[in-house]
């Protein structure tokens, strides 16, 4: 593949993947916003970013094995649609427990995302380059986490 193509690649992989950190941080921000709207304990509104993570944690291994048994490309490109559908849900849902289903369908979304972008990257990067490109990954995982709450604050304030 060419350098050009690669880079390409990699920076739509990268795209993708940072929605993930943005978006388990970005809901810490909201929270009394979220309760406001819902006319809930700011207690029984946690389990907005709880469900989130419980639900990544648990279904990200079996995500890397269905982008072993299906495809990397068509799961990950699974999760991308799933994670913004599931994000859409999220804005329009008119319950609590809707947006909790909608936030551990846009879990499930990054778990796809996640390990299936490396993946492909693994198969599509030479092993020479593979340090620097994953560490572009990394500075943009760690960029979107420090982003979030500020993006989630521009959202909330519009």
């Known amino acids: 593949?060419?350098?050009?193509?690669?880079?390409?690649?990699?920076?739509?992989?990268?795209?993708?993947?940072?929605?993930?950190?943005?978006?388990?941080?970005?809901?810490?921000?909201?929270?009394?916003?979220?309760?406001?709207?819902?006319?809930?304990?700011l207690a029984s509104i946690t389990w907005v970013v709880?469900?989130?993570?419980?639900?990544?944690?648990?279904?990200?291994?079996?995500?890397?094995?269905?982008?072993?048994?299906?495809g990397n490309k068509t799961m990950y490109l699974w999760g991308v649609g799933l994670f913004l559908i599931a994000s859409l849900g999220c804005a329009l849902s008119p319950s609590l427990l809707l947006l909790n289903v909608f936030r551990a369908l846009q879990a499930v979304g990054g778990a796809l995302l996640t390990p299936n972008s490396i993946a492909i990257i693994r198969h599509v990067v030479s092993e020479k380059r593979l340090p620097k490109v994953f560490g572009f990954f990394g500075l943009g995982a760690g960029l979107g986490a420090a982003l979030g709450p500020f993006i989630g604050s521009i959202l909330i304030d519009s």
């Open 50 to 70: 709880t469900v989130y993570l419980i639900v990544m944690a648990v279904t990200q291994p079996i995500a890397g094995k269905l982008g072993d048994m299906y």
């Open 1 to 41: 593949m060419g350098s050009r193509k690669e880079w390409a690649l990699i920076v739509s992989l990268l795209l993708g993947a940072i929605l993930v950190p943005i978006n388990s941080t970005m809901i810490a921000v909201a929270l009394s916003s979220i309760s406001n709207t819902y006319d809930e304990s």
